[in-house]
């Protein structure tokens, strides 16, 4: 099985807030595409979201501009030739669902807003997601270092072998505001137990996806962490419709996502293959109209 790397786990758990540029630079509907491209160029950016009343309406980038130039139109008005239809993130989002945006349509950059009041309050674009990436790694290896010799808390190896532990926890429907503090939270209790930073890659994986899918597909349920010396056992039950078609749900890139859900970034279609991908034992049980459940395990060698 391929390791996974620290990069990969951290996208799951970083949100856009750390990562995002809150001093953004916004452009009105009405200036024309000849201020616009002195603004960009003063500011040195390639493309901003364009606000009206504190609201996103749209986005113009640099390309928009170079088309302009090139049919002799910049007296045309940036309502004229933005974006209407405009992908957007939260400050709470996670990474990965970034990232999938980015990889999805194509673009180089996405605004940020408030959940409440819609107000743009940053842009992300995927050099700032590099550079968050690159930045927490840095912190991690550091801690790693600091603490190598340290023996804080208990550790894994000192751990009985009639050790147990576990956790249970509710999962929403259509939750979007919580989505991933599951994971989160089991992620967190793994890492104070001491388990080796491999298996807790694995598992956290693991356990988002099968979590967003709860909160995607279903009616909600609940997802169970149950740890002993040998292995981390994660169970996600929910509350319906079940799978009509399991192979189909498993093979890589199929999805019964709705338009607004992918619009969102979400339902790829990579959720159950990331899962059997990454643990070492992977069941699935569903029955349609009643109930979907997931047996995931990961070995602790």
């Avoid at 009206?52 to 170079?66: A, F, H, T």
């Avoid at 498993?250 to 959720?271: C, H, K, N, Q, V």
Wanted: proline share 4%; with cysteine.
């Amino acid at each position: 099985m391929n390791k996974i790397k620290p990069g990969q786990e951290l996208t799951y758990s970083i949100t856009v807030r750390e990562a995002m540029c809150k001093d953004v630079i916004t452009v009105t509907p009405k200036i024309k595409i000849k201020t616009l491209r002195k603004i960009l160029k003063e500011k040195k950016i390639s493309g901003a979201p364009v606000i009206k009343r504190q609201k996103l309406v749209g986005i113009i980038s640099l390309e928009d501009l170079l088309k302009c130039l090139l049919e002799g139109k910049m007296d045309a008005k940036v309502e004229e030739r933005m974006t209407r239809n405009v992908a957007f993130c939260y400050p709470d989002d996670t990474l990965i669902k970034v990232i999938q945006v980015f990889e999805k349509k194509g673009y180089g950059r996405l605004p940020v807003i408030e959940r409440e009041s819609g107000k743009v309050v940053g842009l992300i674009t995927k050099g700032d997601v590099v550079l968050c990436l690159f930045k927490k790694l840095e912190e991690l290896y550091e801690k790693v270092e600091e603490n190598h010799q340290d023996e804080r808390g208990t550790l894994f190896s000192d751990i009985p072998s009639d050790f147990n532990f576990k956790m249970e926890k509710e999962v929403k429907k259509l939750d979007f505001s919580t989505a991933g503090s599951v994971s989160n939270l089991f992620r967190d209790a793994l890492i104070k137990i001491g388990i080796p930073l491999e298996y807790v890659r694995r598992s956290s994986i693991c356990s988002y996806e099968a979590e967003m899918n709860m909160v995607i597909y279903s009616e909600g349920g609940k997802m169970l962490l149950d740890l002993n010396k040998d292995r981390i056992l994660i169970k996600a039950i929910d509350r319906g419709p079940g799978i009509s078609d399991l192979k189909k749900a498993l093979t890589p890139g199929y999805s019964t996502a709705p338009d607004w859900i992918r619009e969102l970034g979400f339902g790829a279609g990579m959720g159950l293959p990331n899962i059997k991908k990454n643990a070492d034992r992977f069941k699935i049980r569903s029955k349609v109209n009643e109930f979907t459940k997931l047996f995931i395990e990961v070995k602790v060698r």
